[in-house]
T-cell receptor, first 113, second 113 residues
Framework: SAVISQKPSRDICQRGTSLTIQCQVDSQVTMMFWYRQQPGQSLTLIATANQGSEATYESGFVIDKFPISRPNLTFSTLTVSNMSPEDSSIYLC??????????FGQGTRLTVV | GENVEQHPSTLSVQEGDSAVIKCTYS??????FPWYKQELGKGPQLIIDIRSNVGEKKDQRIAVTLNKTAKHFSLHITETQPEDSAVYFCAANSGAGSYQLTFGKGTKLSVIP
């Protein structure tokens, strides 16, 4: 299984600022994804991070708010831009290998004040 | 798109008893069904998965069954232990061979010593 390192693990940010979350995988993976998880809720897919091209966003999520980069097969970043208290959530990075199994990082717990 | 329903939302069992969590999916093209365990403050951990070419899979105290005709799959935990207490999520991929997962809403399992 892939080991996924995500940082920061938590942060408290002022509204109007931006936070960039990093995700590093210990092996080459086929796909990388970013999810949001509200407290006590399920996982909602934000976007698929595509290597070397623009991410593919799900309905309700836009690039201006959640810009994503994936410069190589093992690294991706998610930025939460112009934050408001409604952005307070857990953000999770996921990676899938060639056999479809998906593994998750520990998550970034974001609080916007 | 794929829709995954999960029941029950909460489940309490006595230590040593069995626990069963059930999920249904909507897309008959889905062919990969993983289960995740999420402990407080951690990312989801893949505990078992099943593909559509098999009907059952076991790993020690954990088993998953799949009924393709009825489009439902279940997680069975036998001889439950307090450390099994967590939130469990089922998921289904969005069509044959897809890496994108749709998650159920989760089941909070409490094992009472």
């Amino acid at each position: 299984s892939a080991v996924i390192s995500q940082k920061p693990s938590r942060d408290i940010c002022q509204r109007g600022t931006s936070l960039t979350i990093q995700c590093q995988v210990d092996s080459q993976v086929t796909m990388m994804f970013w999810y949001r998880q509200q407290p006590g809720q399920s996982l909602t897919l934000i976007a698929t991070a595509n290597q070397g091209s623009e991410a593919t966003y799900e309905s309700g999520f836009v690039i201006d708010k959640f810009p994503i980069s994936r410069p190589n097969l093992t690294f991706s970043t998610l930025t939460v831009s112009n934050m408001s208290p409604e952005d307070s959530s857990i953000y999770l990075c996921s990676a899938s290998g060639p056999n479809t199994e998906a593994f998750f990082g520990q998550g970034t717990r974001l609080t916007v004040v | 798109g794929e829709n995954v329903e999960q029941h029950p939302s909460t489940l309490s069992v006595q230590e040593g008893d069995s626990a069963v969590i059930k999920c249904t999916y909507s897309d008959s093209a889905s062919n990969y069904f993983p289960w995740y365990k999420q402990e407080l403050g951690k990312g989801p951990q893949l505990i078992i998965d099943i593909r559509s070419n098999v009907g059952e899979k076991k790993d020690q105290r954990i088993a998953v069954t799949l009924n393709k005709t009825a489009k439902h799959f279940s997680l069975h935990i036998t001889e439950t232990q307090p450390e099994d207490s967590a939130v469990y999520f089922c998921a289904a991929n969005s069509g044959a061979g897809s890496y994108q997962l749709t998650f159920g809403k989760g089941t909070k399992l409490s094992v009472i010593p």
